[in-house]
């Protein structure tokens, strides 16, 4: 299950209900967490050993569309990252920023300890689920 954080919640009601307008990200970029990250933010994320966030512009082919009652949209694609070439510790959570501000985040249904020659860690298709209920 994923949450909003606060930045993106003060966004959206300033756009809705102000006169202040939320401009569409130029980047969507995905990052690996071995801390949790909450609503304003934090978490530790994965550093060094070849690690990377995974950027997917806000495009219909990278997301997928939110039914009209399900609130539901995922990544259309595979999300893979760099392969480790050092440990980056146990991955529990995930993150998703709009350019630099961190928007939503969500625990890992399970958590990955990632070694150095690991495989690169991915994302299948519809495995990174994004909830607005």
Same mark, same amino acid.
């Given at each position: 299950?994923?949450?909003? +954080? &606060?930045?993106?919640?003060?966004?959206?009601?300033?756009?809705?209900?102000? @006169?202040?307008?939320?401009?569409?990200?130029?980047?969507? /970029?995905?990052?690996?967490? /071995?801390?949790?990250? #909450?609503? $304003? %933010?934090?978490?530790?994320?994965?550093?060094?050993?070849n690690y990377g966030a995974? +950027?997917? *512009?806000?495009?219909?082919?990278?997301? @997928?569309?939110?039914? %009209? +009652? &399900?609130?539901?949209?995922?990544? =259309?694609?595979?999300?893979?990252?760099? $392969?480790?070439?050092?440990?980056? #510790? @146990?991955? +529990?959570?995930?993150?998703?920023?709009? &350019? /630099? *501000?961190?928007?939503?985040? %969500?625990?890992? $249904?399970?958590?990955?300890?990632?070694? *150095?020659? &690991?495989?690169?860690?991915?994302?299948?298709?519809? =495995?990174?689920?994004? $909830?607005?209920?």
């Amino acid at each position: 299950m994923s949450q909003m +954080t &606060d930045w993106l919640e003060a966004q959206l009601r300033s756009h809705l209900f102000r @006169t202040a307008t939320m401009s569409k990200p130029s980047a969507i /970029t995905v990052h690996l967490y /071995t801390a949790a990250p #909450g609503e $304003t %933010g934090g978490g530790t994320e994965v550093t060094g050993g070849n690690y990377g966030a995974v +950027t997917r *512009n806000p495009l219909d082919a990278n997301w @997928t569309a939110a039914s %009209g +009652t &399900d609130g539901l949209t995922d990544n =259309a694609a595979a999300l893979t990252f760099p $392969t480790p070439n050092a440990s980056w #510790g @146990t991955v +529990t959570h995930w993150a998703i920023k709009h &350019d /630099t *501000n961190m928007s939503v985040y %969500g625990t890992l $249904t399970a958590q990955k300890n990632v070694n *150095n020659g &690991d495989p690169a860690p991915y994302f299948d298709v519809g =495995a990174l689920d994004v $909830t607005f209920a």
